[in-house]
Each structure stands twice: as C-alpha cells, then as structure tokens.
C-alpha cells in the first residue's frame, strides 16, 4: 500500500487547520478559529481526494 502526495498534503493541512482552530479558540481569536476550520475541512476533502485516487489506481491494476 501506497500514499499519494495528496493523502499527505491533506493530513497535514487538516492538522494545522486544527492546531490553528484550537490556538484561536484559546487566544479568543475568531478569524484565525474560523481559518483553523477552514484550513482543517480543506485538508480533509483534500485527502479524501487522495483515498480515491488511490483507490481507483489500485482497482486499475490488473491481478
């Protein structure tokens, strides 16, 4: 099994996404808790994309 640049780009703008939601949460400050959310739920359609490209690569191979 495989990891594709896009699985991993994604898990790590989901973890800084939610790094950043958690520091805007504790610092009160909601644009970058908003950021955080944004640059989190982008993180994870952008893995996403990566499981299914990776899936589709796998079901083309032949057996």
Excluded: C, F, W
């Excluded at 703008?13 to 949460?25: C, D, P, T, Y």
């Amino acid at each position: 099994m495989s990891i594709n640049k896009d699985q991993i780009k994604g898990r790590v703008n989901e973890a800084k996404g939610k790094v950043k939601e958690v520091s805007g949460a504790l610092v009160g400050n909601e644009t970058m808790e908003a950021k955080g959310k944004v640059q989190k739920n982008l993180g994870k359609a952008q893995a996403k994309y990566g499981d299914i490209k990776h899936d589709v690569k796998d079901a083309t191979k032949p057996a």
